[in-house]
């Protein structure tokens, strides 16, 4: 039988609240290292030649010569695929280094999150989501309408992922204050990730905003996760043969279960087109929303 711990309520002074840790020492995490499958080497290859109309059974060594820059055989471009995957697969690993150190620091929090630190990262959670579905074509409203969840299980998500965000803030809040980490102005772009052109914009907007402080405060806890995924004691696990093929397999099906719905979506733009409608003047000529004959009727 668990017992489930009640935490403290954190100190507050001021408009900030004072989090502690269990303890501040390196944490321990495991990575799992993918391993590279032919599978995936000849999905790659497909994406790459699917506008042609081929897949990676069909295409030989000339055709590669011929389309494909700097390669001259499906022998090369298979090694050249497999390196960049490698690549590719290595910054994934340490962005899984991050995460997994963070939710283990996380994991040493002393005291509870208020909930008025958790609602000021709902808005966040429930924008981010939003951005990253009309990315991908589709909207809240579409999910809803198709039936993919409802808007009680989004909500219940939302505060979840707020609660989750607010306790990783404070931890961080907490290793960065006794580790005595500071950043300067100069720092903010490496530590959020952005090239010159991203940073001058949006140091400009914060001082044009008044929010220079939170921003740094952003910065700065950027700067402590990296500095706690650096000192992570890391244990690296090499993916088995049936991992790799699982991990393959269920990559395959989201990818088509992505392209039926945008071919869907496709289909359904294409009918709300073209699929006819009624105008002013009952022509139904089905040409959308604005009409050349409506047009000429007013220049009437």
């Given at each position: 039988m668990s017992i489930d711990l009640v935490k403290p309520e954190p100190m507050r002074v001021g408009n900030r609240y004072i989090y502690s840790l269990t303890s501040y020492e390196p944490?321990?995490?495991n990575l799992m290292m993918p391993r590279i499958t032919d599978a995936e080497v000849d999905m790659?290859?497909?994406?790459?030649v699917q506008?042609?109309?081929l897949d990676a059974q069909s295409i030989d060594d000339a055709w590669v010569s011929e389309n494909v820059q700097n390669v001259s055989s499906i022998q090369e471009l298979k090694s050249q695929i497999r390196k960049e995957l490698g690549q590719l697969n290595a910054q994934m690993l340490e962005r899984q280094k991050e995460v997994l150190a963070l939710n283990e620091l996380t994991k040493r929090l002393v005291q509870s999150v208020p909930a008025d630190e958790v609602h000021a990262l709902l808005d966040q959670v429930r924008y981010s989501f939003d951005r990253d579905l009309k990315q991908r074509g589709t909207s809240i409203d579409q999910l809803v309408a198709q039936g993919a969840t409802s808007r009680e299980e989004l909500d219940a998500m939302f505060a979840e992922q707020a609660r989750e965000a607010a306790e990783q803030q404070a931890?961080?809040?907490?290793f960065a204050h006794e580790r005595k980490i500071e950043i300067d102005d100069a720092e903010i772009g490496s530590a959020l990730h952005l090239n010159p052109e991203q940073t001058e914009k949006l140091i400009a907007e914060a001082q044009q905003a008044g929010t220079m402080d939170i921003l740094r405060t952003n910065a700065t806890l950027e700067k402590a996760v990296s500095i706690i995924a650096?000192?992570?004691n890391v244990t690296y696990v090499q993916e088995s043969e049936r991992q790799a093929e699982a991990r393959v397999r269920q990559?395959?099906?989201m990818m088509a279960a992505q392209a039926m719905q945008a071919q869907a979506m496709r289909e359904a733009h294409h009918g709300h087109n073209h699929g006819g409608c009624e105008c002013?003047?009952?022509t139904g000529c089905g040409c959308g929303h604005h009409h050349e004959h409506d047009k000429d009727d007013e220049d009437e």
């Open positions: 944490v321990s995490v790659a290859i497909n994406s790459l506008p042609a109309g931890a961080l809040s907490a650096e000192e992570a990559l395959e099906e002013s003047d009952g």
